[in-house]
């Protein structure tokens, strides 16, 4: 009896791949704010402290706390640290900056937003003190709204008052009874096998929690004034707006938008609250809309913490009980968010390819039989 030669057997592999490749890797059945919670990292701001020459003890004790090894890096912060030297011959990027927003008194410190698809908005320059970095790195809204979101939140909708009683109260009930009823009326995506298998997602079906919260925010709140500046600057000219912003915070401290004035009204809540709790469509964060705020959290510990040991994975009858069946295609690019949604379209020519992975497996090995 001969066998085949070895690199035969290659071929049903190389099916059965071509075929998993098919499936869109963007695409699962995750909810947008899961998802986010357990992979999207967030972007870092940075700190760029200006000196010149070697920095003397004292000073370096003060720039190490915007770094990893000082209270940024123990609070878990999403904050580089960045040192320029003006006497080493700066590039000119960093050189304009300190033209720009510099004083003379060094060391100097600068606050930036990270820098995605715009230019780096600048939240604060002034002289590195030792009280300089503690208000930027955490605050009690913050603090709340961490806790939300790792007790396992779909999302925390921030309203930042404008001062006007009368408009902020209104913005609030609408935005909490708004909330309300999707949350009566929306249902989370059910999600997919595969997704759990391959550890898209940490909890099970079971485990996901369809619920909205609201936290308003004064813009007058003293110990909020860094967290103020960090939300006004997530859009360009937000800081003009005299009027009520929301802000749906979801994922690790990211801002969705900003619904701002007559913007916050039934139609943008039901869209955002859509998104955020139907299926994740493109698993890449840059492709999704969002920016990231500045928090202190370290977010892989709160969702270890969270979830309690990872959900049952599922077994070979769950896995064939996602085999393809026969639907039928609507024109509605909308959102998924219902319970029940049918296989995805990826999963007819997934079958389709491991049918013929097999038999061609089987026909290869009557041929080497025959030899």
Not at 128 to 133: E, G, K, P, R, S
Not at 274 to 290: R, T, Y
Request: charged fraction near 20%; hydrophobic fraction near 45%.
């Amino acid at each position: 009896m001969r066998f085949l030669n070895p690199r035969w057997w290659l071929l049903p592999l190389l099916c059965w791949w071509a075929v998993l490749a098919a499936r869109p890797a963007g695409a699962c059945s995750v909810p947008v704010f899961r998802y986010a919670l357990e992979h999207w990292q967030a972007d870092p701001y940075e700190a760029v402290v200006f000196h010149r020459g070697p920095l003397p003890d004292a000073q370096r004790e003060l720039v190490r706390e915007f770094g990893p090894e000082g209270l940024a890096g123990r609070l878990h912060a999403n904050l580089a640290l960045r040192l320029v030297d003006l006497d080493a011959n700066p590039a000119p990027e960093l050189a304009e900056l300190w033209r720009s927003h510099g004083d003379g008194a060094l060391p100097w410190a600068l606050i930036r937003s990270p820098r995605r698809g715009r230019e780096a908005t600048l939240l604060w320059s002034g002289p590195l003190t030792q009280a300089a970095a503690q208000p930027w790195l955490d605050s009690p809204a913050r603090r709340e709204i961490i806790g939300r979101l790792a007790g396992g939140q779909s999302a925390v909708w921030l309203l930042l008052e404008s001062g006007d009683r009368e408009r902020d109260a209104a913005a609030a009930q609408l935005l909490e009874s708004r909330l309300a009823y999707l949350a009566s009326t929306l249902a989370l995506p059910k999600l997919d096998a595969l997704d759990i298998a391959n550890g898209l997602v940490s909890v099970g079906q079971d485990d996901l929690r369809l619920e909205f919260s609201v936290l308003r925010l004064s813009r007058r709140d003293a110990a909020e004034q860094p967290f103020v500046r960090i939300l006004l600057g997530t859009e360009p000219d937000l800081d003009q707006a005299g009027e009520p912003v929301v802000f749906p915070v979801f994922g690790r401290g990211r801002a969705l938008y900003a619904l701002v004035g007559a913007g916050i009204k039934r139609e943008t809540i039901d869209q955002a609250a859509s998104f955020l709790i139907g299926k994740c469509s493109c698993q890449v964060k840059d492709q999704n809309p969002g920016v990231d705020l500045l928090f202190a959290a370290d977010w892989s510990r709160l969702i270890k913490a969270q979830t309690n040991g990872l959900p049952d994975l599922p077994s070979f009858a769950e896995l064939a009980g996602a085999a393809p069946v026969t639907v039928t295609i609507s024109g509605s690019n909308g959102p998924d968010t219902t319970a029940g949604s049918p296989t995805p379209g990826w999963a007819w020519p997934a079958a389709a390819g491991i049918a013929a992975a097999l038999v061609g497996g089987l026909l290869l090995l009557r041929l080497g039989l025959r030899k």
